[in-house]
Every structure is written in structure tokens, then in C-alpha cells.
């Protein structure tokens, strides 16, 4: 049964960089099916895509973020890291790790058909000095 | 302001049924498959509907998906009490080049 966890500091100082890593177990992060993300929540508010990679490296960002995110992947430790840099308290929030399918039984699909699943329990980061 | 649009809550009785909705637009839900996820209190997020409409092994038949148009819908027969959890929608949005996400629906079982 895959599993991924979230592991990282759980507070970080403002204009400071905030660092995540969620680390596989169970299956290989290097399939072809699959992108590997992070998502974020606010407390007490929704959810927030921000960014996915693909094990060879291509990423997908959110342009709402895209200037201060960097995602990578490490296949050998079978992990892959968040990198948020110049946060401030707007960035207060639990970070999610989630595996994103491309594939269903029948169909595989590009980056914008697939689904997350499954998650991470998630890591609440908080912003302050 | 999230770009697909979601009731903020909805409430139903006991083994009645509830159907909640996400309105969104051509260049999301209108042209990409949207999934649905639940959210019990103080847990991650749950996948329970992808490519519309499937549910993935071991979520019960009692939740289904649908999407017409620009708009998708989660239905839920035979509620119950450990139903009670926040349901967000997810798609694609080939303009913003973005997953997006609805701000939640908060389900309340009376």
C-alpha cells in the first residue's frame, strides 16, 4: 500500500525559505503513471495546488507561486522535496504530498486528467518570528 | 475567490440523499475531468470520484459523480453520520495552466 509523509520545520521565520520533504514508501516514485505534488491549506480555509513533478524532473507550478517554489526529486531515496522561499504568514498552512495518477485501468491521460491520490497526512508549517 | 464555485454548506437528514455542485467554466470543468475528494475533520484529503464519474476501489456506491456542461455534481445516497466531512472538487484549468480547486462544501448531517 503506498504511503507518503510529509516531514519538515514547523515553523519557519518570515522572508525566510520553508523546506518540505515527503518521502515514498510502498511503491516507487519512478513510474510513468504518476506525477508527485504538494497542496496546501490554510487553517480553516481550502485547498491550494502548488506545484507537481514528474520523476525525471519536468515539474508543473502555479503561477500564483511559481516565482518562489521549487520542486525537486530525489529517485534514489525515493522522495521529493518543496521549496517556498520569501514566505510570510499568508504561507501559514498544512502542506499535503500527494501522488497524482495519469492512468486509470483503461486510459492514461496528460498532466491536466489526472487526480490526486493518495495523500499525505500532512505537515502544518507556520510563518512567524 | 476560487474558480470553481461551491455551495459553502449543505444538510440532509439520515439515509437522505444530498447532491453538492461545482460550477465552473469552458476552460476548466467544461473541457477536463474533475475529481472530488472528502475531507474528514482533522484528516488529509480523501479521493472519492475521478474522470467524473469513477470511484476508486473501496469507496461505497453511495457517492457518484456527474459532470453536464461547465458544471460537475457529487451526489450522496443513504447518508449518515460519518459522512459528515468538507467535499472539495478538483480539474484542470487550461487558461490559468493551474489545478484548481472549489473553496469546499461543508456537509452536515441533521
Known amino acids: 500500500q503506498l504511503q507518503l509523509q510529509e516531514s519538515g520545520p514547523g515553523l519557519v521565520k518570515p522572508s525566510e525559505t520553508l523546506s518540505l520533504t515527503c518521502t515514498v514508501s510502498?511503491?516507487?516514485?519512478?513510474?510513468?503513471?504518476?506525477?508527485w505534488g504538494w497542496i496546501r491549506q490554510p487553517p480553516g480555509k481550502g485547498l491550494e495546488w502548488i506545484g507537481s513533478i514528474y520523476y525525471s524532473g519536468s515539474t508543473y507550478y502555479n503561477p500564483s507561486l511559481k516565482s518562489r517554489v521549487t520542486i525537486s526529486v530525489d529517485t534514489p531515496q525515493n522522495q521529493f522535496s518543496l521549496k517556498l522561499s520569501s514566505v510570510t504568514a499568508a504561507d501559514t498552512a498544512v502542506y499535503y504530498c500527494?501522488?497524482?495518477?495519469?492512468?486509470?485501468?483503461?486510459?492514461?491521460?496528460?498532466f491536466g486528467n489526472g487526480w490526486f491520490d493518495p495523500w499525505g497526512q500532512g505537515t502544518l508549517v507556520t510563518v512567524s518570528s | 475567490q476560487s474558480v470553481l464555485t461551491q455551495p459553502p454548506s449543505v444538510s440532509a437528514a439520515p439515509g437522505q440523499k444530498v447532491t453538492i455542485s461545482c460550477s465552473g467554466s469552458s476552460s476548466n470543468i467544461g473541457n477536463n475531468y474533475v475529481s472530488w475528494y472528502q475531507q474528514l475533520p482533522g484528516t488529509a484529503p480523501k479521493l472519492l470520484i475521478y474522470?467524473?464519474?469513477k470511484r476508486p476501489s473501496g469507496i461505497p456506491d453511495r457517492f457518484s459523480g456527474s459532470r453536464s456542461g461547465t458544471s460537475a455534481t457529487l451526489g450522496i445516497t443513504g447518508l449518515q453520520t460519518g459522512d459528515e466531512a468538507d467535499y472539495y472538487c478538483?480539474?484542470?484549468?487550461?487558461?490559468?495552466?493551474?489545478?484548481?480547486f472549489g473553496g469546499g462544501t461543508k456537509l452536515t448531517v441533521l
Open positions: 500527494a501522488r497524482r495518477s495519469l492512468c486509470s485501468s483503461t486510459t492514461c491521460y496528460g
Open positions: 478538483g480539474t484542470w484549468d487550461s487558461s490559468l495552466s493551474a489545478v484548481v
Open positions: 474522470e467524473n464519474n
Open positions: 510502498g511503491g516507487s516514485i519512478s513510474s510513468s503513471s504518476y506525477y
